[in-house]
Nanobody, 115 residues
């Protein structure tokens, strides 16, 4: 059974930092593209960043230069380092894995950026 478990969300002030983690089980982690998505209230779920098995990365324009995605295949974990956080980064952040037609999502972790 595939499981993706996110952690690291919370409340942070504007300009602050958070590091999200997503631990995967039930898959051959190293061959998957791993991604982070986010969904704000009343909005669609959008890609934040993804990292391929070859460690190629792609970022949404809104987070370029502030967020960094990385992966540790030995720990079956993908990370999202978020710096210079803004109120508009407030959302539920979801981990995602994709390997061809096989796609799974985590349960999400709330990130709130507020004074």
């Amino acid at each position: 059974q595939v499981q993706l478990v996110e952690s690291g969300g919370g409340l942070v002030q504007p300009g602050g930092s958070l590091r999200l983690s997503c631990a995967a089980s039930g898959i051959i982690f190293s061959i998957n593209t791993m991604g982070w998505y986010r969904q704000a209230p009343g909005k669609q779920r959008d890609l934040v960043a993804h990292i391929t098995s070859g460690r190629a990365t792609n970022y949404a324009n809104s987070v370029k230069g502030r967020f960094t995605i990385s992966r540790d295949d030995g720990k079956n974990t993908v990370y999202l380092e978020m710096n210079s956080l803004k109120p508009e980064d407030t959302a539920v952040y979801y981990c995602n894995r994709a390997n061809g037609p096989f796609v799974q999502w985590g349960q999400g972790t709330q990130v709130t950026v507020s004074p």
